[in-house]
């Protein structure tokens, strides 16, 4: 019998490379699924795949650059080994750049966008039988049905399981190209998000991370906002814990903050980006919040949810930023105590509004800002850290220390790393701690009690 036409003879082998954040990764595993079930076969091997595809990131130029360099480097090596697999590019690269990736030069032998993997192993048999002069397959733009379903992994990182439950974004922050690479915001249904993380648990998962380029703006009707969304999912029988990226300042609204207050299975942990602690470098941006919007959120946040923690995102050197702008930003970073920031200088993107500003912070200027800025973090962040020394926190096992035979590795439910010696480390299990010391940003820690019992424990599969 004929094989349908988009189906892979037996054997073929697809390697992915994943580039950016973390819904890449999660549609890198949802690419892997959905080539599956066309009879490809994943490889760990870039060097015996049939094809190469990278899941790309637009967010910052340096990202653009690794893998230009990288696509390059295969090229130099397909011409010297006389080998050649398929170069596919996915992601936000091949919404962004796909005329100049898979035309002209034919740096990649296709390019498709976030929304097409569907047609991924279709697309890919017409790569594998086009000549050189024919044209390569380009599947971009933007589609609302578009939502993809990765299978729960077997070793997820932080033992979370990442389950994205939209696409896209209606914000317009200036300097951001993800409206234009991932499209308007299109939700996930509840019952499909709901049947996934009932997949995770029956796959003995325990742990999952709700994603989006913009968590907190879910809704779905009238009737469901994120708030209720993500009390539907941390009532999923047998699921511990529940944790989300990334929520928008705007959208941590008091019910939002509430709920994730009053629900122990909700992780007390806000990735919650700031960009800057200036409102006129704020305003130029659009974020839609000032300084004392986000000072007043982080205030609630910490009277109403325990033990929650903050990271957060910055960006130096954004057009017109002043030295008094970044001085209010030294301020919140101060005031604030964050956990971990991750601090960018800003670099142009194409296409977006703040490229046609002038980019005026000189580059010295830039990388200044950006060192003062994480020298000031590191302080903030030891006098956290000091603060925790004799507290008893609550961290699950993530997997074995490397400190040494006996010495486990767990994470506490806002998001803090520890170490410490444990007789029985079962990956998952939750355990009482006391913190004894840290070292950077890892605590070290010694048993306060036995494992706990939680909810959804020894009800399993019910
Ligand atoms: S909210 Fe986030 S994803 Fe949306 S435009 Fe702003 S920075 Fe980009």
């Known amino acids: 019998m004929d094989r349908p036409r988009d189906e892979a003879p037996p054997g073929r082998l697809v390697y992915v490379e994943t580039y950016g954040c973390q819904m890449n990764v999660y549609d890198s595993a949802a690419i892997v699924g959905l080539l599956g079930a066309h009879g490809w076969r994943q490889t760990d091997d870039p060097d015996r795949a049939d094809a190469l595809l990278l899941n790309t990131c637009s967010v910052r130029e340096h990202a653009e650059h690794r893998v230009i360099s990288r696509l390059g480097e295969l090229r130099q ?8 697999a398929l170069l596919g590019v996915c992601g936000c690269m091949a919404e962004r750049l796909a005329g100049v990736l898979v035309q002209g030069r034919r740096i990649a032998d296709l390019a498709v966008g976030v929304d097409q993997y569907d047609r991924l192993a ?16 380009i599947a971009i733009g933007h589609r609302g049905d578009a939502h993809y379903v990765a299978p729960p992994a077997a070793n997820p990182a932080n033992n979370s399981h990442l389950v994205t439950i939209h696409k896209g974004c209606d914000y317009r922050c200036t300097y951001c190209v993800v409206p234009l690479t991932r499209g308007p915001q ?48 941390a009532a999923v029988p047998g699921l511990r814990r529940v944790r989300f990226l990334t929520g928008h300042p705007r959208d941590l609204s008091d019910r939002l903050l509430r709920a994730i207050g009053a629900d122990p299975a909700i992780c007390p942990w806000l990735h919650v980006p700031a960009q800057s ?16 919007d986000y000072l007043r959120m982080v205030e609630k946040a910490r009277a109403w949810i325990p033990q929650v923690t903050f990271s957060g995102d910055f960006i130096v050197g954004f057009p017109g930023e002043t030295d008094a702008d970044f001085r209010d930003t030294l301020e919140l970073v101060r005031g604030v105590g964050y956990d971990t920031i991750f601090s960018f200088k800003y670099s142009a993107r194409p296409g977006t509004p703040a490229a046609r500003l002038p980019d005026d912070v000189s580059q010295t ?31 699950a096992v993530e997997a074995r220390a490397r400190r040494g035979a006996g010495w486990w ?8 790393k520890v170490v410490l010696p444990l007789r029985d480390g079962a990956v998952g299990q939750e355990h009482e701690v006391l913190i004894t010391g840290f070292k950077d940003t890892t605590f070290l820690g010694e048993a306060a ?12 599969g019910s």
Request: net charge positive; with cysteine; hydrophobic share 40%.
């Open 365 to 395: 200027t830039k990388r200044e800002r950006l060192a003062a800025l994480m020298a000031a973090q590191d302080e903030a962040w030891r006098q956290l850290a000091a603060a925790q020394v004799g507290q008893t926190v609550r961290a």
């Open 449 to 460: 009690a036995g494992p706990r019992a939680r909810r959804g424990d020894g009800s399993c």
């Open 77 to 84: 090596r397909y011409a010297r080994d006389g080998r050649r």
């Open 277 to 292: 602690g200036s409102d006129r470098v704020l305003k130029r941006m659009k974020r839609l919040y000032g300084r004392a």
């Open 186 to 233: 299109r939700e996930k249904a509840p019952e499909v998000i709901l049947a996934e993380v009932a997949a995770v648990v029956a796959a003995g998962g325990v742990e999952v991370t709700l994603l989006g380029q913009n968590v907190t703006a879910y809704r779905c009707g009238e009737a469901l906002d994120f708030a209720g969304l993500l009390e539907r999912v």
């Open 122 to 137: 279709e697309l890919l048999e017409i790569a594998l039988r086009a000549g050189p002069q024919e044209p390569a397959p």
């Open 409 to 416: 590795r767990l994470r506490t439910t806002n998001n803090r």
